[in-house]
């Protein structure tokens, strides 16, 4: 197949998502860089069973994790993983991890600064099995608009945005979600998303929030920073 972009890997610096809240924190593993130690509580996550490839990943997205909480003086203890992969974050922390082409990425905030946050990170490639399931209706109708070359980064930043958004909320709500509940319309910087079915009380049916989204190199990076709800009981 003819490669469509430079895939070239280790070729890109990431840069931070942009307008990221000063409570935030985001940071990177690089692949020039020696795959990082991790911590002794941590490597229980690592199995015989995972190709280096994958331990690799994981090494990186939570020495990303952990420099992201320094970053913000919250790094106060291992980060496990739940039943459903879900990162398990110290107390008082929220955050998200993401992996892609050697690199290991993560952005992080308290919870007492946010409901939720989410990022993800796609190698830019032909995808042509995400438009069978991936855009709603309304979201084909904008990708149809677009020239030809715009459209293969954009069905991929769809994609990650919605990535991006499930990782935001999946340890709120606890459950699974498809790509259908949440409707992304493209903005300068990226997308607003609004959920076609309530999640919970603070998100409800048509709640909006934003998606930053931005292209380094030959990656797609995509993130979200919910506001804290006012009056929230979670
Ligand atoms: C879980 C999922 C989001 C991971 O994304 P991915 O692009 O395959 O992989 P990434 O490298 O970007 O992210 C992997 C990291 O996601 C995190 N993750 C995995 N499951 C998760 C979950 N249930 N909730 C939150 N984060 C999760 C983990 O930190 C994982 O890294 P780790 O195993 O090293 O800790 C994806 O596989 C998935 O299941 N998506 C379907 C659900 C969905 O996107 N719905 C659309 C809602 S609009």
Not at 70 to 88: H, Q, T, V, Y
Not at 137 to 163: G, H, V
Request: with cysteine.
């Amino acid at each position: 197949m003819t490669a469509l972009w430079n895939t070239e890997a280790h070729a890109v610096e990431i840069a931070p998502p942009r307008n990221l809240p000063s409570f935030a924190a985001f940071a990177v593993s690089h692949p020039s860089e020696p795959v990082p130690a991790v911590d002794p509580a941590e490597a229980n996550l690592i199995t015989a069973s995972m190709v280096p490839a994958r331990r690799d990943a994981l090494a990186r997205g939570r020495a990303a994790a952990h420099a992201a909480l320094r970053a913000i003086d919250l790094d106060s203890g291992p980060i496990l993983s739940g039943p459903n992969r879900e990162p398990l974050w110290p107390d008082g922390v929220t955050g998200a991890i993401t992996h892609t082409a050697g690199f290991g990425a993560a952005l992080v905030a308290p919870t007492a600064a946010t409901d939720g946050v989410g990022v993800d990170l796609e190698e830019r490639r032909l995808t042509p099995e995400l438009w069978d399931h991936l855009p709603r209706p309304e979201e084909r109708e904008w990708l149809d608009d677009l020239a030809t070359a715009e459209r293969e980064t954009a069905i991929l930043a769809l994609f990650s945005a919605k990535e991006s958004v499930f990782k935001a909320f999946f340890p709120r709500v606890g459950t699974f979600f498809g790509f259908e509940q949440a409707s992304l319309s493209p903005t300068p910087s990226g997308f607003v998303g609004h959920l076609l079915d309530g999640l919970d009380a603070d998100y409800p049916r048509d709640r909006t929030f934003e998606i930053t989204g931005g292209r380094c190199g030959n990656l797609v990076l995509t993130s979200l920073v919910l506001p804290k709800t006012p009056g929230s009981k979670q």
